[in-house]
């Protein structure tokens, strides 16, 4: 009968800390690539990831440094820097 008890508590702990609903919102990181490459053409330099943001780093052919932030839920540009190089 404890063990029962025990199995049973373990189980609801199990069920009621898991969350309820994949994020499935989220896009990938070639998503957030091809967004930028859309909005500044041009060689890609990297990706990283931060907390709630993609960022990623475009060369163009004119030499321009681009650094654009992607919001990781809704793939929208939360904004774009430019520098020359």
């Keep these: 009968m404890k063990t029962f008890f025990s199995s049973l508590v373990f189980a609801l702990l199990l069920v009621l800390n898991s969350p309820l609903y994949a994020d499935t919102k989220a896009i990938s990181k070639q998503q957030a690539v091809n967004i930028a490459t859309q909005a500044h ?10 907390s709630k943001t993609y960022q990623v780093k475009t060369l163009s052919e004119s ?11 809704t793939g929208r540009i939360k904004s ?6």
């Design 41 to 50: 053409p041009g060689r890609v330099l990297g990706v990283k990831k931060k």
């Design 63 to 73: 030499g321009k440094l681009h650094v654009i932030n992607i919001d990781i839920n």
């Design 80 to 85: 774009g820097k430019k520098s020359s190089r």
